[in-house]
């Protein structure tokens, strides 16, 4: 079993930055692929960034354009998401979620945490 608890959201102006974290608890924890989704309202959840369980690899979506960053510190047992140049349409809630691998798929994720809300302001 993990347990997964996201940080870091809040407020934040057009062009701001925030970094999110994403605790991990269970003796398995730094095991897992880690990925990171949001969900607009209205909208469905969609993928945002993964990265593989030793930190090698990381995936990315589109939208992105090189704005974000996934990182993870599993001697901490967490995994950030670094956000720049953020804009008004990246509002959401943003959840961290874990995996046997690294995938787009959310319903191939195991374990969600409760989500942080991400508001952008323009």
């Known amino acids: 079993q993990v347990q997964l608890v996201e940080s870091g959201g809040g407020l934040v102006q057009a062009g701001g930055s925030l970094r999110l974290s994403c605790a991990a608890s269970?003796?398995?924890?730094?095991?897992?692929?880690m990925g990171w989704f949001r969900q607009a309202p209205g909208k469905e959840r969609e993928f945002v960034a993964a990265?593989?369980?030793?930190?090698?690899?990381?995936y990315y979506a589109d939208f992105e354009k090189g704005r974000f960053t996934i990182s993870r510190d599993n001697a901490k047992n967490t995994v950030y998401l670094q956000m720049n140049i953020l804009k008004p349409e990246d509002t959401a809630v943003y959840y961290c979620?874990?995996?046997?691998?690294?995938?787009?798929?959310?319903?191939?994720?195991?374990?969600w945490g409760q989500g942080t809300q991400v508001t952008v302001s323009s």
């Open positions: 979620a874990a995996s046997q691998a690294p995938t787009y798929y959310p319903n191939e994720y195991d374990y």
């Open positions: 990265i593989s369980w030793s930190g090698g690899s990381t």
């Open positions: 269970g003796r398995t924890a730094s095991s897992y692929a």
